[in-house]
């Protein structure tokens, strides 16, 4: 009597695991709601809008606060980020007016898939900035080269050897021109993607996250190779 | 068969309650956080160590492109971490 009950319950435990586990995110939104009064889902939605208002406003300081980010980019992601936050507003306040479970749950799925602020809009953002982060990493390094340039051709005029500076600074330019053209195509490749073009606008972001990750190797290879350069012509005198 | 009365029964509740506390944690954990940062492949490098001919422009340069750098690198994670959101629900909302 005894095993056969122990056994019930571990089977019940893990299955319960096993559920929870396969349905990530469902356990406390879409089990709840469908079990729910309504006004306890109209919470859970409004939850979920004010959540990603809360995200809107972060990703949109942090937009701010980057001083690299271009006049278009910075226009460009205004108007997403905007256009999200007005309408998820606008969205909360149909949700706030549902009569219904049937009607409030059309509306609370709207939120995924009509605006996809976590899988398309964070992400735009997130990109633009660090591609023309990644530009701007260019450009610096492009005004460094341009400084140890200038030494070694004062250096090789007072008879130095500047052969292995020269080499690097060979490598720091060829770094520069190849982070550049990894990250430069990347703002407008992503800002003209919207949330009804997900998931086949997916592949997208993800070719961009790539270029942009070749892009910061690109860089720190450059990094490196200026501090060698800086390093030889020091050594030489 | 009575093996031991409210011991037995006290397990037995174990059993039944640890699962469940199991299941809100994982639940819990299982939503998304628009601050979480997964983990990234990227790594940024060590500060540059700039010798002691470097002027100050170049060692300025320098920190800047390194700056620059971390920052992408923490662009890149919140791109991997919003990447990875579970499609159906981004965590909290009911299709």
């Keep these: 009597m005894r095993g056969p009950r122990w056994t019930q319950s571990l089977v019940a435990g893990f299955l319960a695991i096993a559920t929870a586990v396969a349905l990530p995110g469902l356990a406390g939104a879409q089990g709840t709601i469908r079990n729910q009064t309504l006004p306890v889902a109209h919470t859970i939605c409004d939850n979920a809008i004010t959540r990603r208002l809360s995200d809107l406003r972060q990703v949109e300081s942090d937009v701010n606060a980057a001083v690299h980010v271009t006049a278009t ?17 606008a969205l909360e306040t149909k949700i706030d007016a549902d009569t219904t479970l049937v009607t409030l749950r059309a509306d609370c799925a709207s939120i995924v898939t009509g605006y996809r602020v976590y899988l398309l809009v964070d992400p735009q953002a997130r990109l633009v900035v660090g591609a023309d982060r990644a530009l701007a990493a260019s450009a610096t390094l492009n005004s460094l080269a341009g400084l140890l340039q200038t030494t ?16 690097e600074l060979t490598q720091l330019t060829g770094d520069i021109q190849a982070a550049q053209s990894s990250a430069s195509p990347v703002p407008g490749q992503i800002v003209p993607l919207t ?15 790539s270029e942009l990750a070749t892009a910061q190797r690109d860089l720190t290879a450059g990094i490196q190779a200026a501090q060698t350069a800086i390093a030889d012509l020091d050594a030489i005198g | 068969m009575s093996l031991g009365g409210a ?29 979480s940062g997964s983990s990234s492949n990227t790594t940024v490098p060590a500060a540059p160590a700039v010798g002691a001919g ?23 994670r919140q791109v991997d971490s919003d990447l990875d959101t579970n499609p159906n629900t981004e965590g909290d909302a009911t299709p």
Excluded: W
Aim: aromatic share 0%.
């Design chain 1, 73 to 89: 980019d910075r226009s460009s992601l205004d108007a997403i980020l905007s256009a999200t936050t007005l309408g998820l507003m």
């Design chain 1, 152 to 167: 070694i051709t004062q250096k090789q005029g007072a008879g130095k050897n500047v052969t292995a500076a020269t080499s």
């Design chain 1, 195 to 209: 949330p009804d073009g997900y998931p086949g606008n997916r592949p997208t972001l993800v070719s961009a996250r």
């Design chain 2, 7 to 35: 011991g037995t029964t006290s397990r037995r509740r174990t059993l039944i309650v640890a699962p469940a506390l199991l299941i809100v944690l994982l639940a819990t954990g299982c939503g998304k956080s628009a601050t």
């Design chain 2, 54 to 76: 470097a002027t100050a422009q170049q060692s300025a340069d320098l920190a800047q492109a390194q700056q620059d750098l971390t920052s992408l690198n923490g662009q890149l």
